[in-house]
């Protein structure tokens, strides 16, 4: 009985994870495939101009501030229709002054203090303080470290002439890759999660993810769902959620590109994941049940939106998996060759990580021709090693929190240096 | 051991389809004939005849709630997109002089009898066809063919991943972008940009096909 459980247990586990290594593959093979006419909605914004207002949430973001708002003054999107408005979220550092400086010198700047009372509890908690002060007609969120294309509102808003588009993400590549390993590991994870998942998803019809930042939301639709959950800890997922069960689409614009400035040691590293790992688990449980049964999705988005939740649980899998063909293997071995099998997990792994696999990688950087940077994937193997203890942590910490009846969670900040310009 | 055979198998194939598919590619031999997308086998349209919508004079103007009522009255299964968007899940017939406020997307083919005043977008994910004299205040976004018949005014742009025809006297007040042809009376207007992969032509009598229905209603 005990070893039929054990087999059980360890026969969903491979199951699963096959499942996401077919995924992971599907989105490659598209990716390299399948060219539909991806930029031609972005054609639009040549001459469809909505109303846009630019949402920058910032706290104690000196570094990086001014280097954004300097470049959104470079924009070529007509400035009698964009309207800036920059959340300082209770900063104790300069932000507030170099905010302050931007909103003197520019009409359409407009800065929101937030005092230390209400700011400093979360991004979505300043995104919905500057969606009520906010009067375009589509709202564009960058967080205050990013480096976006002169034209990238151009391209982002051309989606809308689509009145099922809600919400349009755009590509975000990293900016500093070059600094540390760490830094050049999430640049490798934003290839294959951005070139090739996002791609996949757009053209399979699927779900692409709206990823909080280098986006944009129509206002009504943020206005109908009530704005961004405060309880959440990664709004951007509980946003892709809502957004789909209200029956609208997410687009993905590859060639909206932006530079993001990514963390460049494994401490920052750990924290912001954890964050992330645990705020889609809370996407998990919150949205599981609805979004299920919602009558505007077909089988297909679902069974993508389901994937999509239970991404950060695969890296616990993977760890179980491990433990538990590890057990089988050298407990009961029947003879070499009977219990090879129970070593599936291990190659499964190297194709079904937790974020962008190996071939995925792979397939993003053939598709952006790059070479060198090719050279480190292998040491993708560490930073998914590392989701396997980051994720079961932010699972126990998630539970810890029902337990104690916690609401309300730790918004923990990612530090930006501002060193790569 | 069967299991692992398989697993094995699927692995394999799994592993080397690409190289696979990169082998069979065919051979670069120099200039080639241009590409034209087959539009017509992507483009959606349920078997199932369409929706008639508004053919009794007192459904000849909806909004919200009561454009949801007078569809499913007439045998059509919907769902709301947020709060002012309704989707329609077959192909869709609207009668002349139908009035709509609400943003319209069609999981089929649409067609718009003449008069008919959309005060937002429409979206078909099949052929769009749009009658004479019609005023669309929003975007007119198609998956498939667009046709435009006399007369008919377009508050933004059209958006189409098949062709577009255009008849006389159209006015279009962005701009319109295509995957495949565009042809044009030379009487209509498009006050941006006209952005196509195909070829435009601006012609004095466009041969446009009425669309199967429409003579049905008027």
Request: proline share 3%.
């Amino acid at each position: 009985m005990f070893d039929f459980l054990l087999y059980s247990i360890f026969a969903l586990l491979v199951t699963t994870m096959s499942l996401y290594l077919i995924r992971h593959y599907v989105f490659s093979l598209t990716a390299l495939y399948k060219r539909k006419g991806q930029p031609l909605y972005s054609l639009h914004g040549l001459s469809f101009r909505p109303t846009v207002s630019v949402l920058i949430p910032a706290r104690d973001e000196e570094a990086v501030v001014g280097r954004l708002l300097n470049r959104i003054t470079e924009m070529t999107y007509p400035k009698d229709k964009l309207e800036v408005i920059i959340v300082d979220d209770a900063s104790k550092d300069d932000t507030s002054r170099i905010a302050d400086e931007f909103a003197n010198t520019y009409a359409y700047f407009k800065v929101l203090h937030r005092g230390a009372d209400v700011g400093g509890r979360g991004k979505a908690r300043a995104l919905n303080n500057g969606v009520k002060h906010a009067t375009g007609e589509i709202l564009i969120c960058f967080d205050a470290d990013y480096y976006p294309q002169v034209d990238i509102i151009e391209k982002l808003t051309g989606y809308f002439v689509d009145p099922e588009v809600g919400v349009v993400q755009g590509r975000i590549t990293v900016l500093n890759e070059p600094i540390t390993l760490v830094s050049k590991l999430v640049a490798l994870e934003r290839i294959g999660g951005y070139r090739v998942d996002q791609l996949a998803r757009d053209n399979l019809g699927l779900i692409p993810q709206c990823g909080g930042t280098v986006c944009a939301i129509r206002r009504d639709l943020i206005e109908y769902l009530g704005g961004w959950d405060n309880n959440v800890l990664t709004e951007d997922t509980d946003l892709t959620f809502q957004v789909y069960e209200a029956g609208y689409k997410i687009r993905y614009a590859n060639e909206a590109e932006c530079y993001e400035e990514a963390v460049e040691n494994w401490r920052s590293y750990w924290r912001q994941r954890h964050r992330w790992a645990k705020g889609h688990m809370q996407c998990f449980f919150k949205h599981l049940w609805s979004f299920t049964r919602s009558r505007n999705l077909r089988l297909r988005e679902k069974v993508d939106g389901l994937l999509v939740l239970g991404l950060y649980f695969v890296p616990i899998l993977v760890g179980l998996s491990w433990l538990l063909g590890a057990v089988i293997f050298f407990v009961y071995p029947v003879n070499w060759f009977d219990s090879i099998w129970a070593l599936l997990p291990v190659f499964m792994y190297g194709s079904a990580g937790n974020f962008a696999s190996f071939f995925e990688v792979g397939v993003g950087i053939y598709l952006d021709r790059r070479v060198r940077v090719s050279w480190i994937i292998p040491v993708l193997l560490m930073s998914f090693v590392f989701n396997v203890f980051i994720c079961s942590k932010a699972l126990f910490d998630l539970i810890l929190s029902k337990v104690a009846g916690r609401k309300v969670h730790d918004w923990a900040k990612t530090a930006h240096v501002g060193g790569s310009t | 051991m069967l299991f692992l055979l398989i697993a094995a198998l699927v692995f394999l194939v799994l592993v080397f389809s690409p190289l696979i598919i990169e082998l069979k590619k065919p051979r670069d031999k120099g200039p080639r004939r241009i590409f034209r997308m087959p539009f017509e086998r992507r483009i959606r349209s349920s078997s199932k005849k369409p929706v008639m919508i508004g053919l009794s004079s007192a459904d000849n103007s909806s909004t919200g709630k009561d454009l949801e009522d007078i569809l499913n009255k007439a045998g059509a299964k919907t769902a709301k997109i947020g709060k002012d968007t309704t989707r329609i899940f077959c192909d869709v017939v609207f009668s002349p002089r139908f009035e709509v406020s609400d943003n319209i997307v069609v999981e089929g083919a649409l067609t718009v009898g003449d008069s008919c005043v959309f005060h937002r977008s429409i979206k078909a994910k099949g052929n769009l066809y749009i009658g004479s004299s019609v005023v669309v205040k929003g975007n007119v976004v198609s998956e498939g063919n667009v046709t435009i018949l006399d007369d008919a005014v377009i508050g933004g742009s059209v958006h189409s991943e098949g062709s577009v025809k255009i008849g006389e006297n159209v006015f279009i007040a962005l701009s319109v972008v295509a995957l495949g042809d565009v042809e044009l009376h030379e009487n209509s207007e498009v006050k941006k940009n006209i952005l196509t992969r195909g070829v435009i032509k601006m012609l004095r009598h466009p041969r446009v096909d009425l669309p199967p229905g429409l003579d049905e209603i008027d």
